[in-house]
């Protein structure tokens, strides 16, 4: 794993623009990051229905017996009511275009509704699956595996990460002779300042600063779709700056 670690001295010549900005002491800025795999627990399935019609309403009743077929499958899947999220209908023309891609006549409207389903019980995520590829009109479905203690997970991962900062910056303070003092910044996201402020230009590290990760999507493949991660990845990562002070010498 890279560390990223910058040691910045601010001696008294430092410049007035970079004194009213920068703390007019020593101090090291250090960046921790912890990680964990757990498996999940829940899935978040998030697909869409999709008619087209030269007459509008035709296109409707499709999406509406197709959403009526699909709200009595999850019925019998036992998804609890608060689990499903079905959103409006969304209707759009489409025109016929020339080789300019300028509007001609009016073809047909297509018709669209997303659907938000949560599961609980990853066993029955096998046969929810193959569901939704079995159906037509069924389009653009993406699965996110997740765990329900999410938040008490990245708390967690938070405290570890603050800790490993802090071992970091007592090894770079150590090669300069100089011990670790009280911090007096924390952040989340990162100092991105500090290095334009030194013309060293934008750290790539905070470009990629990442408070979580969730469980990626599955891929389309329908094979690829109905399998379950044995594990998903949570990372959390801090950025804090400590003050250097001078080591007792006894």
Known sequence: MTRVIAIIWMLSTTSLTLASTLPDFP??????????????????????????????????????????????????????????????LDKNIVHERDKDFQQLKILG????????????????YEIFAKKLFSLENVENINTVFERTDEETIKADLLIKAGKDAMQQAERAAKGFDVSVGPVFAISEQGFSDLGTQFGLGRDDYYSSISTGSRGTPSPRDEDEFLFVPSTITFMNRVSALFKLQAKNKD
């Open 109 to 124: 409207y297509e018709v669209t509704r997303r659907f938000n389903i949560k599961l609980h019980n990853l066993k029955q």
């Open 27 to 88: 101090f090291v800025s250090a960046h921790g990051q912890a990680e964990i795999e757990l498996p999940p627990n829940m899935a978040e399935v998030t697909f869409y229905l999709k008619a087209f019609h030269e007459n509008p309403n035709n296109a409707i009743t499709v999406i509406q017996q197709r959403s009526k077929e699909l709200l009595s499958f999850f019925v019998e899947q036992q998804v609890k009511e608060e689990d499903i999220v079905a959103y409006e």
